[in-house]
């Protein structure tokens, strides 16, 4: 295995003297936190305390408040490199006769909002059999996305996060309601991509026996209710690129 320390630790986010409000109420106050290349970061938190407001800023669908946001060294107000950035957001029940399939679904993480109506190429197509290939839902890709479990929509909801191959990858409670099997091997899924691909993570999770065996017992910063874990990049055996298709997941 080869070791390359030095290309491992540019940050990827950085989070400056951040604020936010919903009117009257505060939710965030002066949070400074980095994320590096490759880092896990398990976001923990009581009910409320923040969390999601805080991812949605992260991925721009919530401007910032006060403070400063930057992401692969840009300020969040010029960046324009979404396809850096997967998001899974907090699961949501799926009525049984939503009309997308899954395929639909994961090829619509291709677009951002400019792009929504963007001819549909051979090359997007290949991309969205490649995501749904590794995360073994391609028998799945013309159900519809309500029809499926839970545990196998968070699979799809992974493949269209995935799509871009982004180098920061954004989860929120990605198991929420999954039954405590899926759980764990959804959990596997995400640590093995970890270890094995040059992506960094930040999961919000309320599962802290989860976070603490991967990320050890204490946090390493904690702001107001919201407690952040992390596993740096150079605690990995190895800085390697890894092509998403060239490793069984
Ligand atoms: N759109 C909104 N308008 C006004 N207040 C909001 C809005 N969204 C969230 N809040 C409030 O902001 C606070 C933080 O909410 P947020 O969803 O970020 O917390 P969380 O840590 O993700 O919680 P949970 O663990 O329950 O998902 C809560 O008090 C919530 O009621």
Request: glycine share 8%; net charge neutral.
């Amino acid at each position: 295995m080869q070791k390359a320390d030095n290309i491992c630790h540019d940050p990827v986010l950085e989070i400056k003297n951040l604020c936010f409000s919903y009117g009257e109420q505060q939710v965030i106050n002066n949070l400074n936190f980095t994320v590096k290349e490759r880092d896990f970061v398990g976001v923990i938190g009581s009910n409320g305390a923040g969390k999601t407001t805080l991812m949605r800023m992260l991925v721009g669908l919530l401007p910032p408040g006060d403070g400063e946001i930057r992401l692969f060294g840009q300020s969040i107000a010029k960046f324009k490199d979404w396809e850096r950035i997967g998001y899974v957001p907090q699961k949501n029940a799926f009525n049984p006769l939503f009309p997308a399939t899954v395929r639909e679904v994961v090829l619509s993480g291709l677009y951002n909002n400019k792009h929504i109506f963007r001819k549909m190429t051979k090359k997007h197509k290949q991309q969205c059999d490649d995501a749904l290939e590794v995360m073994r839902i391609q028998d799945l890709a013309d159900k519809r996305i309500g029809q499926l479990s839970g545990g196998q929509q968070q699979r799809a909801f992974l493949a269209r996060a995935l799509i871009n191959h982004p180098d920061l990858l954004i989860l929120d409670e990605p198991t929420v309601g999954i039954d405590a099997e899926t759980q764990a091997s959804f959990f596997e899924l995400i640590t093995h991509m970890h270890k094995h691909h040059h992506m960094t993570f930040l999961m919000v999770s309320h599962d802290i026996e989860m976070i603490k065996g991967y990320l050890g017992n204490e946090p390493q910063q904690v702001n107001g209710k919201i407690n952040f874990y992390v596993r740096h990049s150079h605690d990995l055996e190895n800085c390697v690129q890894t092509d998403l298709q060239h490793s069984v997941l």
